[in-house]
């Protein structure tokens, strides 16, 4: 394998991603705002000049609230992948294009996992984008596979387990709400960077989940990050409906890794055993970063 390159690399999986594929030759990594790869011809000419085998796109507007009113949210999550895919097609490279769980409605009966063949049904502006893009590459590009995650976090960026972290040093003491009536499973981007590659070095195509196994509420997750790090905290579980937001949240986001598992690729360990790996490498880093050391 050579000549990859990362979409998004200055996010937090495009960073794993550019770890995880360090010792490809011909590496290289593209961001947005370097470059607007929406625009069909300024996308053919940064890929004409990289020509790369293996195109791996993580870049995606996740605001998801702010979907609701920026429509351009369009471009980075439905444009963009579609003309990766027509140049992918007409140079034979292989796309690896990483979506969500925002492609489904989230109503599907608590603890019932999510299958790859599940009909789509978003329900928010941010989940319509991601199902066009996925629709534009599975349509344009034969030689492509789409990894649908949840819940991700990292060592670098912004994410949920970081911002328990700084609400809870910021307010010792003080009791926090976490919202309990929201299921997923919480996936490490290092963990999911291993499994695009693994996906892309068999060129496996098609549509894959790709998260954690097993399953939690968005305070389970707070309570476990929080004392693998041995930070007191008082988390206090509630519910969606103490949190108002412009967009509807999936309450059940469980998605079953079928497909990877039938070829034999499922890289994904449990979600507490992923959770306390990341914690043995970026606990560290993390705590110092929160605290602005």
């Known amino acids: 394998m050579k000549n ?7 996010g937090q ?20 705002p370097e470059a607007d790869l929406s625009d069909p011809g300024v996308c053919r000419d940064v890929l004409d000049r990289l020509q790369p085998e293996i195109i791996v796109n993580c870049a995606a507007y996740t605001a998801v609230d702010a979907c609701e009113t920026d429509k351009s949210c369009w471009k980075a999550n439905a444009e963009l992948p579609g003309n990766l895919a027509d140049w992918a097609a007409e140079n034979g490279a292989f796309l690896a294009h990483i979506s969500t769980d925002y492609i489904f409605s989230g109503d599907k009966p608590l603890f019932e996992v999510l299958l790859e063949t599940e009909p789509p049904a978003p329900v ?3 989940g319509r984008s991601k199902l066009a893009g996925e629709q534009s590459v599975m349509e344009r590009c034969a030689n492509s596979a789409i990894l649908r995650t949840a819940w991700l976090y990292g060592g670098s960026g912004k994410n949920f387990l970081k911002t328990m972290l700084r609400l809870t040093l910021q307010n010792p003491g003080k009791e926090l709400k976490v919202v309990s009536d929201q299921f997923g499973s919480p996936t490490w981007s290092y963990t999911l960077a291993r499994q695009i590659r693994a996906v892309a070095e068999r060129r496996a195509g098609g549509i894959f989940h790709a998260s954690s196994e097993e399953y939690c509420s968005w305070y389970d997750l707070a309570c ?4 693998k790090l041995g930070v007191e905290h ?7 409906e103490e949190f108002p937001s412009p967009t509807k949240r999936p309450t059940n986001s469980i998605l079953e890794n079928a497909h990877l ?11 507490e055993d992923e959770l306390s790996d990341f914690v043995e490498k970026h606990g560290e880093s993390v705590m110092a970063e929160v605290q602005g050391k």
Do not use: Q
Request: glycine share 14%; with cysteine.
């Open 224 to 227: 476990r990050f929080l004392g």
């Open 13 to 32: 999986l495009g960073r794993d991603c550019l770890d995880v594929f360090k010792d490809v030759s011909g590496l290289n990594g593209v961001d947005l």
């Open 4 to 10: 990859v390159l990362i979409i998004g690399a200055k």
């Open 124 to 126: 928010s502006e941010y």
């Open 234 to 240: 008082h988390f206090v579980p509630c519910t969606s």
């Open 261 to 271: 598992k039938a070829l034999g690729m499922n890289l994904f360990k449990g979600w």
